[in-house]
């Protein structure tokens, strides 16, 4: 008897295709804070943009260098400045570290930190209550019981006073531990009692919630409070954020808190706010990353600017668009030069940001050869094709999407960033603008 072979068939199907859309973050609509000083109002939720926030390292005290690493911040594209205030000697350097700033043409607004003795500091040093233009208020650490809601009312007392507005800022780390036990006990109660982790989360969002309807009651406007619940954990952050999302409109500011080192807290940051924010959720963020040795405070709000372009939501810098390198690229020709460009464009943003209106959305793309490097030229504003191993010495240049030149010789780089300037120059001088 013979039998048939069993045949088995793979069956291909397609669909037609069908226009595809970019997804765009939409922002929910929030209540919109006013964060000012001076004539320099930065404000925060409703149709403002996501705003970049970071805070200083040094002891506020010492005012010389906290005004100069806040100039720094600043600079790098930081919108408010956040500082510590928890003693008499950083209260009392809070006024000359703002005149400083004024004096130099930084009118970035500082949010003050307080924990413990917020109350007192504000109340002995008026100055620093009016030089600051926003408060940082811990619930988890204002005080317990009956002295905490007292202090609490101070903090706000204060805040009415000088018309500043307050974030209301609960840590995983610090959470008001006398709530928490009553939340735990009720939830031993429950029939099926949720997990500890849930319960926690349920805790910070009721901390800030339960204390902004306090700083409601006590006269602040809803519009100047803004509230943050920052925890460690990349999905309990997503959790907290979305649950907070749901259940108020007050403008929220998003931070994974110690998200760590280097790598390891630039992609945890960058993965939770990068979902959070997709979702419409964060009207203000920082990046809290800790230098590693001898790196620039500054990284936490170029990594924060980077999250928001990435996504579309704003543009702070002109972008280079640069191929990983491959087996074409032996040199080290192709990295020094990307690297090169990247570098000059960030230094020369701190005047061109005032210059050149919109330079901040242009693209520059720096490829390592000729298999990808004319293509994705061309669909940068300005871009180059370097000379992959074994290719010709010679790099074309295209400009809006066009062949303009091509460079040789051992200087490329400075030849390639002349031609940069002298396009930004062209296309977003005042001369352009004008003409447009
Ligand atoms: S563009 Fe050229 S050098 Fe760059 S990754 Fe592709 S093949 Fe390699």
Redesign the pocket.
Known sequence: MTTTPATTTTETTTTTAAPVTISQAQKRQTLQARVAWGDHVVTVGGDAPVRVQSMTNTDTADAVATAIQVKELAQAGSELVRITVNNDESAKAVPYIREQLDRMGIMTPLVGDFHYNGHRLLADHPDCAQALSKYRINPGNVGRGEKGDKQFAQMIEMALRWDKPVRIGVNWGSLDQDLLASMMDANSLRATPWDVKQVMVEALISSALASAETAQRLGMSPAQILLSCKVSGVQELITVYQSLATRCNYALHLGLTEAGMGTKGTVASATALAVLLQQGIGDTIRVSLTPEPGEARTQEVVVAMEILQSLGLRAFVPSVTA???????TSSV?QELTKEIDDYMRDAMVDWRDQYPGVESMKVAV???????PG?SKHADIGISLP?TGEAPSAPVYIDGEKAMTLRGDGIGAQFKAVVESYVQKRYGASHNTAA
Do not use: S, W
């Not at 490829?367 to 490097?373: P, Q, S």
């Open positions: 191929c990983p390198g491959c087996g074409r690229t192709f490829m390592g050869c000729i298999v990808n490097g994705e992959g």
